[in-house]
């Protein structure tokens, strides 16, 4: 069955950096579009990124564009967010997410706490 791990999530102060994998299984990897979503407190999910599955073309939210990037490693099955100039609102729990056969699945997320 399809399995989605986030991890990397923490405490960072406000400009600091962190990178979130998730590791994926139960799947062909490589043949997937894979994406992070965030959730903040009383918010919506929101996308935030997302990569083809050969890593060939990217595409993120305008509030995270130039700051976050998205990467994958198809060897691993891995999918990566890395985020540099963190903001207080980048404050969340981050899901990646992938689509097969019409359905999507969702990691548990990984909490991301951007604090001065």
């Known amino acids: 069955q399809v399995q989605l791990v986030e991890s990397g999530g923490g405490l960072v102060q406000p400009g600091g950096s962190l990178r979130l994998s998730c590791a994926a299984s139960g799947f062909t990897f490589s043949t997937y579009t894979m994406s992070w979503y965030r959730q903040a407190p009383g918010k919506e999910r929101e996308w935030v990124a997302a990569?083809?599955?050969?890593?060939?073309?990217?595409n993120y939210a305008d509030s995270v564009k130039g700051r976050f990037t998205i990467s994958r490693d198809n060897a691993k099955n891995t999918v990566y967010l890395q985020m540099n100039s963190l903001k207080p609102e980048d404050t969340a729990v981050y899901y990646c997410?992938?689509?097969?056969?019409?359905?999507?699945?969702w990691g548990q997320g990984t909490q991301v706490t951007v604090f001065s």
């Open positions: 997410k992938v689509i097969r056969q019409g359905l999507p699945y």
């Open positions: 990569i083809t599955g050969a890593g060939g073309t990217t």
